[in-house]
């Protein structure tokens, strides 16, 4: 049974940092992908940033390209994500998921969610 | 940026009936369509990917249809724990994947 568990959110005054940790059980995680997606409190999805399998390739939406970075150990089953420059809009639940098997199309695994919350 | 508009935004049904939803993208994306279902205080869950195959555990009646700009989730006849809300993505052309901005399926 596959498992994602994200940690590492809290409460940060605006421009500060924080890092988020997903950890993965039961998955061929180092054949995986892995995406941080977040959800801002009453608002819809948003695709935050991936990284391929190995690590070597990272991809961010425009608006965190430059202040957050994605990473990854794979020896720790853990991907990572370190925010920097944090703004109020930053503010959201950001989950881990990754696809559920190469021929899947779509993010078949979620973590809980690790709470973000931006505030002076 | 490849925009997903989907709509209507609220649709209030009762058990048993049939919803539609839809979805449609800015620009073709072929099939490369994903619907997920999202309960409150929930991660999502994937429903439909490749817009009509339905992922591993996924009730059939929920099925999906559509390409390039126009697509559709039906549930043929609700169940109560289908009251949810409901986002279309996309992958096609990425970065970014791109989500719509959810349609809440409710109790009438």
């Known amino acids: 049974q596959v498992q994602l568990v994200e940690s590492g959110g809290g409460v940060v005054q605006p421009g500060g940092s924080l890092r988020l940790s997903c950890e993965a059980t039961?998955?061929?995680?180092?054949?995986?992908?892995l995406h941080w997606v977040r959800q801002a409190p009453g608002k819809g999805l948003e695709w935050v940033s991936f990284i391929r399998y190995d690590g070597a390739k990272q991809y961010y939406i425009d608006s965190v390209r430059g202040r957050f970075t994605i990473s990854r150990d794979n020896s720790k089953n853990t991907v990572f994500l370190e925010m920097n420059s944090l703004r109020i809009e930053d503010t959201a639940v950001y989950f881990c998921?990754?696809?559920?098997?190469?021929?899947?199309?779509?993010?078949?695994?979620w973590g809980n969610g690790t709470l973000v919350t931006v505030s002076s | 940026e490849i925009v997903l508009t989907q709509s209507p935004a609220t649709l209030s049904l009762s058990p048993g009936e049939r919803a539609t939803l839809s979805c449609r993208a800015s620009?073709?994306?072929?099939?490369?369509l994903a619907w997920y279902q999202q309960k409150p205080g929930q991660a999502p869950r994937l429903l439909i990917y490749?817009?009509?195959t339905r992922a591993s555990g996924i009730p059939a009646r929920f099925s999906g249809s559509g390409s390039g700009t126009d697509f559709t989730l039906t549930i043929s006849s609700l169940e109560p724990e289908d009251f949810a809300v409901y986002y279309c993505?996309?992958?096609?052309?990425?970065?970014?994947?791109?989500f719509g901005q959810g349609t809440k399926v409710e109790i009438k």
């Open positions: 490749d817009a009509s």
């Open positions: 620009q073709s994306i072929s099939r490369v």
């Open positions: 998921a990754s696809r559920s098997s190469v021929s899947t199309n779509g993010l078949g695994f």
């Open positions: 039961g998955l061929a995680f180092s054949d995986s992908g």
């Open positions: 993505q996309q992958r096609t052309n990425w970065p970014p994947w791109t």
